[in-house]
């Protein structure tokens, strides 16, 4: 079966080079620089679509959202080797919906909303009655390969 | 990373964990009572594996 139509969007790809390069750095080149946006929240959703390449939001290509949550990721980002992993920790009192698409995304703010312009990976296709009686640990790995 | 190396797959997993008062095995109940697939009992951790998909970029 052909996993939804999901990953890291155009604009994550562009966020990544964006720090990594540090666009519009607030300092001169070669002193340290200051990264406003980076990979910080994450949200879940009971949006049944699929996340295309060229989505900047939420709600960009897969149309209203009904029910969708939004925190800050556990903790910043962390690397092993060539994955880089981030995990949200979703309490029992919340996203007690039916989850169907989870995100990742930056911002300058912890809340973003499903029309943020703030979107750098997604995956659908997903379902999972979310209640009280349990908290979910989401985590996100972004997979590098060797092409030497 | 990043000489020679590119982004390829996107891996998305999650763990449940029962809230206080609930036991594992009432989880798993509530589980497939609604019909949602568990994809392995970690009992040694108190947890349930609810998500795993590797999605390939």
Redesign the interface.
Same mark, same amino acid.
């Given at each position: 079966m052909a =996993?939804?139509g @999901?990953?890291?969007v155009n604009q994550g790809?562009q966020r $990544?080079g964006i720090n =990594?390069a540090c666009v519009g750095g607030g300092a001169a080149v070669g002193l340290p620089q200051t990264t406003s946006r980076y990979l910080m929240t994450m949200s879940v959703d009971d949006n049944a679509n699929n996340f295309a390449a060229a989505d900047t939001a939420l709600s960009t290509s897969r149309g209203a959202i009904v029910n969708m949550f939004d925190q800050l990721l556990d903790g910043l980002a962390t690397?092993t080797? &060539?994955t880089i992993s981030f995990t949200c920790t979703l309490g $029992?009192g919340v996203a007690n919906f039916t989850i169907r698409g /989870?995100a990742w995304h930056d911002d300058t703010v912890a809340n973003v909303t499903a029309a943020s312009a703030t979107l750098i990976?997604g995956?659908a296709g &997903? !379902? =999972?009655?979310k +209640? !009280? @009686? %349990?908290?979910?640990? /989401? $985590?996100? *790995? /972004?997979? %590098? +390969?060797? *092409?030497? | 990373m990043f000489t020679n190396e590119t982004p390829t797959h996107l891996q998305v997993f999650a763990w449940a964990t029962p809230a206080e008062g609930v036991t594992l095995d009432m989880l798993i109940a509530e589980f497939e009572a609604a019909g949602n697939e568990i994809l392995e009992v970690d009992r040694a951790n108190n947890r349930l594996k609810m998500f795993d998909v590797t999605k390939e970029l």
């Open positions: =996993l939804p @999901s990953g890291v790809l $990544t =990594l690397r080797a &060539q $029992t /989870i990976a995956i &997903q !379902s =999972l009655l +209640t !009280s @009686s %349990f908290s979910l640990a /989401i $985590t996100g *790995n /972004i997979l %590098f +390969t060797d *092409n030497s | -």
